[in-house]
């Protein structure tokens, strides 16, 4: 339970940071449109929501690989938000 605890945390510090880089760079940038920005912060947290959701309900069998598998379309999905918050703010 205490990996599955850390692994929850991490994902909330993440996101959180991406949520204040976001808010951040729409604050002292004056031609950032708030469609954008609410769309990249609508994303995060519904990105937050699915994986902390998805860590509670585990598939029986190979954790291991389920966690691997995990791991990738977080990162995955961290880099696409990253890339949109670099291009439109």
Excluded: W
């Excluded at 929501?49 to 190979?62: K, L, W």
């Amino acid at each position: 339970m205490a990996n599955r605890r850390i692994l929850k945390k991490n994902i909330n510090y993440i996101c959180s940071e991406l949520l204040a880089e976001c808010m951040t760079l729409s604050l002292y940038k004056k031609d950032v449109k708030q469609e954008d920005v609410n769309n990249i912060l609508s994303k995060i947290l519904m990105l937050r929501d699915d994986f902390v959701c998805r860590i509670s309900h585990t598939e029986p069998g190979n954790a291991q690989k389920f966690y691997a598998q995990l791991q990738k379309e977080f990162n995955g999905q961290v880099k696409d938000i990253i890339d949109a918050i670099n291009e439109r703010c």
